[in-house]
């Protein structure tokens, strides 16, 4: 991570009271290298001196603190069943947020003026200057080559593979600022790794249950940003024997093909064709209590899920595993069949020392993450 960011980072953790002595401490950037940080930070106004009051001899303590509005960073997640968006200050307090349907994929000309729309209302209703904006993060339920800047497809979207869309050449043209992009998963991984219940953990695995069944990985303080060629988390597409189910990506018996929150709205309408007040993912959720057939088709959604979330537990040793989206409810059939299955299969020596929570940042964690990586690469 760059050095001014570091910085700045270490402002924004010591509340506005740490020093020039405090950062060095904090970060180990070398004294002079950080006091040129700390003073193109005071000359480009993103940072100010306030003066301490003297407590004893020598020269009082000046504290740095963050200034919010010089900088601002727009995330955008777009997800299967909705876009989010998020405007962050430099202080990294939400200055907006919004949330629309996502419309399905219909072309490259539709969805650019889709996004363009999206984007050009999220920053028009924040209110800030937009020469104060310094980038944009863009994360996509889909296939996303971010060293291109390009989204290779989404099943979940119905953008097939090969779309190419170049996403960050488009939206920079547009914005008129840099941009970048990966999957939502990713993101959503860093989100909480910096905002979330357990931020700074070192090993942070991050689930998602909604339209399609996700996973994103923090490696000792690093984010693994998945590739196509190059996957990382995509536990919705382990191949389970037995689901002979279609899944968007194209292959039979994924994970998703039966558990995403689409998939078994089809196979309740396949399996329980007399029932369709539980033709749809909350419909099963909230019957499954009390209801034999939701509870059949719920509890066979949470087998499947289950060797997903047990297979990166395996793989990456995480302290904590956040789950998030539609389907991630405590007081939810489906969750709890989940971490119940979980705990079932898996030695409980694997599983000491590791914590399961649902996400406390809701439907944003993910544009926070897009957010936040446009700041480590554009401030």
């Keep these: 991570m760059r050095n001014i960011v570091q910085i700045t980072d270490a402002i924004r953790r010591g509340n506005n009271s740490f020093s020039k002595k405090d950062i060095h ?42 200034n919010p ?72 339920s889909g296939n996303v080559d971010s060293d291109n800047g390009i989204v290779v497809s989404g099943g979940n979207l119905g953008i097939k593979w090969g779309a190419n869309l170049p996403v960050v050449d488009r939206l920079s043209l547009h914005a008129g600022v840099p941009a970048l992009a990966l999957p939502t ?14 931020k700074g953990e070192a090993r942070l695995v991050t689930v998602g249950l909604g339209v399609g069944i996700g996973s994103g990985v923090v490696a000792n303080h690093h984010l693994l940003i998945s590739q196509p060629g190059a996957p990382v988390g995509y536990i919705g597409h382990i191949h389970i024997p037995g689901n002979d189910y279609l899944c968007a990506c194209g292959f039979k018996g ?64 995480p302290t904590a595993v956040v789950f998030y989206g539609g389907q991630s409810h405590k007081d939810g059939f489906l969750f709890n069949r989940v971490i119940r299955d979980v705990t079932e299969i898996i030695p409980p ?16 964690q993910s544009a926070m993450g897009a957010a936040r990586l446009a700041y480590e690469e554009f401030f």
């Design 25 to 66: 401490r904090e970060t180990g950037i070398p004294w002079g290298t950080m006091c040129k940080g700390v003073d193109a930070l005071l000359k480009s106004n993103s940072i100010f001196a306030r003066r301490a009051e003297p407590s004893g001899r020598g020269r009082p303590t000046i504290p740095l603190c963050i």
């Design 69 to 140: 509005d010089s900088a601002y960073f727009v995330g955008i997640d777009v997800g299967a069943g909705s876009a989010k968006a998020v405007v962050c200050d430099l202080a990294f307090k939400t200055a907006h947020s919004a949330r629309i349907s996502t419309p399905r994929y219909d072309g490259k000309d539709a969805f650019f003026s889709w996004l363009f729309a999206f984007y050009d209302d999220v920053l028009q209703k924040s209110g800030i200057d937009p020469s104060r904006l310094k980038g944009v993060g863009v994360s996509v």
């Design 185 to 198: 998963q990713s993101a959503a991984a860093w989100g909480e790794y910096h905002f979330g219940l357990h």
């Design 254 to 317: 994924c994970i998703e093909a039966y558990s995403g929150g689409r998939s078994l709205a089809k196979v309740a309408a396949e399996k329980i064709p007399r029932r369709p007040e539980l033709h749809s993912a909350p419909a099963l959720d909230r019957a499954a209590a009390g209801d034999p057939d939701a509870r059949e088709i719920l509890s066979n959604a949470a087998s499947y899920i289950s060797v997903g979330v047990v297979s990166v537990i395996q793989l990456y040793s």
């Design 349 to 364: 020596e694997r599983l000491e020392g590791v914590s399961m929570d649902i996400s406390i940042l809701g439907e944003r």
